[in-house]
């Protein structure tokens, strides 16, 4: 068990409908990433928070929005879903270092299933 | 082209036998590269760390970085059934601010047959 927390574990929904995953980082981490997962891409880093703010961002969608609120729980927003946004949505988290420590706690993730 | 290439395998080999995984990546700027290791249905989980060039060694696993050539492996001695899972490697550069973003590879799906 690596501490991180992701809710719901699976989800199936319709084309144009929103999403919300939720996730909880280890006890003490700030940062929370989130990377979409799927079979033909691997894993793609999405975006990264820090106490709250957001301080990396990788190729996310315009239609995908998150935020970190002050308790450190995350939510990754998707609107107007398709069909290729069906994937698995792994949040992840980190002790509070400095870069290059690599150390990455991921959970075990949000599956998505558009219809 | 990707970043971090890897070839998605699947790998099948005999229980015992050396595994040997590998990644070639593009960004000279990478300076920290990792195996995360995930089993189905799971998140990914870290393996192995290695900063710069070099070897390192953790019980039957080694991992290999070779910046010149821009290639890493990760080495699997006496491969056993519980070894069967989808490895990736990840890379990150130095970046300013608390940020540990990493650069994953598609991932080799291993399977170790009894």
């Known amino acids: 068990d690596s501490g991180v927390t992701q809710t719901p574990k699976h989800l199936i929904t319709a084309t144009g409908q929103r999403v919300t995953l939720r996730c909880s980082p280890r006890?003490?981490?700030?940062?929370v990433y989130w990377y979409q997962q799927s079979l033909d891409q691997g894993l793609q880093f999405l975006i990264q928070?820090?106490?709250?703010?957001?301080?990396a961002k990788g190729n996310i969608l315009e239609r995908f929005s998150a935020q970190q609120f002050p308790d450190l729980h995350s939510e990754l927003n998707l609107s107007s879903l398709e069909l290729g946004d069906s994937a698995l949505y792994f949040c992840?988290?980190?002790?509070?270092?400095?870069?290059?420590?690599?150390?990455?706690?991921f959970g075990e993730g949000s599956r998505l299933t558009v219809l | 082209q990707k970043e971090v290439e890897q070839d998605p395998g699947p790998l099948s080999v005999p229980e015992g036998a050396i595994v040997s995984l590998n990644c070639t990546y593009s960004?000279?700027?990478?300076?920290?590269f990792m195996w995360y290791r995930q089993y189905s249905r799971k998140g990914p989980e870290l393996l192995m760390y290695?900063?710069?060039?070099g070897n390192k060694e953790d019980g039957r696993f080694t991992a290999q970085v070779d910046k010149s050539s821009k290639y890493i492996s990760l080495f699997i001695r006496d491969s056993q059934p519980s070894d069967s899972a989808t490895y990736l490697c990840?890379?990150?550069?130095?970046?300013?601010?608390?940020?540990?973003?990493?650069?994953f590879g598609t991932g080799t799906l291993l399977a170790v047959q009894p």
């Open positions: 992840a988290s980190s002790a509070p270092l400095g870069p290059g420590t690599g150390e990455l706690f």
């Open positions: 006890s003490g981490d700030l940062s």
């Open positions: 928070y820090y106490n709250g703010e957001e301080r």
């Open positions: 960004n000279s700027a990478f300076q920290y």
């Open positions: 290695t900063y710069s060039s």
């Open positions: 990840a890379m990150s550069a130095p970046l300013r601010g608390a940020t540990n973003k990493l650069i």
